[in-house]
């Protein structure tokens, strides 16, 4: 709608002066995303080889940080990666000197940070479910650990880590403030834009939001079709 409530599309059509925002918003999601896998992964794996105890404490151990405010955590990192900062201090003393924060990456390393538990967590619940005999099936069969892990445990794993992707690019793609915070002026996400005209234009923001949900629910689609083949394999 316009300001007056009237139907319109005119609030659609200048939403081009933006794909740059969207395109850095997609770019940086996929690799918060990839990163997050390639470290959860094994993190998950290696949770369902210990004990119950030590699973408990290390679940413990990955969730307790969630329990602190959002922007809290962001401040927390704005600490340790500002001038004069700890990584400055210790890279500093080992001879390397550089900016550390007002970039892309302190942008996907906070999206990593913020975003690693709802990686994990699907991936390690899906492994510990795993039927041991199944494993046990496959070396009696000759199979070794390498094997084993690419034709039982890998495929077996897949329905988490779907649930892990999605639920890592969705809110990564839409996030503002960790941009906000951690990145520079070239760091402009799709959220950032959002939240700016959100205050002076809500119409214009509703439609970048529209375009937006759009792009998220065709995600949605495509990694629930990805889910139901392996439902079906």
């Known amino acids: 709608t316009d300001s ?11 939403l081009g002066q933006y794909k ?3 395109a850095i918003s997609i770019i940086y999601a996929a690799a918060a995303t ?4 390639i470290l959860a992964y094994p993190m998950a794996y290696f949770m369902t080889k210990l004990n119950v ?6 679940f413990m151990i990955v969730m307790i940080p969630m329990w602190m405010n959002f922007l ?44 690693l538990p709802f990686m994990m967590l699907p991936i390690y619940t899906v492994m510990s479910k795993i039927d041991g005999s199944l494993i046990e099936a496959a070396q009696d069969l000759g199979s070794n650990n390498g094997a084993v892990f690419r034709k039982v445990i890998f495929p077996l794993s897949m329905p988490g880590v779907i649930s892990g992707i ?15 915070y951690l990145g520079g002026t070239d760091d402009i996400m799709i959220g950032d834009i959002i939240d700016k005209i959100f205050w002076t234009d809500q119409n214009t923001g509703s439609a970048i939001s529209l375009i937006l949900m759009i792009f998220i629910f065709v995600f949605l689609v495509i990694m629930n079709f990805f889910g139901d083949e392996e439902a079906i394999a």
């Open 166 to 180: 999605t639920l890592v690019f969705v809110p990564s793609a839409s996030t503002f403030l960790v941009s906000q």
């Open 4 to 14: 007056s409530g009237a139907f319109t599309l005119a609030n659609l059509s200048g």
């Open 72 to 115: 809290l955590r962001i401040y927390a990192w704005i600490t340790i990666l500002q001038k004069n900062g700890p990584v400055d201090m210790a890279l500093s003393f080992l001879g390397i000197h550089g900016t550390y924060i007002g970039n892309t990456a302190a942008v996907v390393l906070g999206m990593v940070y913020e975003y």
């Open 34 to 37: 990839l990163i997050t896998l």
């Open 53 to 58: 105890s030590s699973q408990r404490m290390l």
């Open 20 to 22: 740059k925002a969207f």
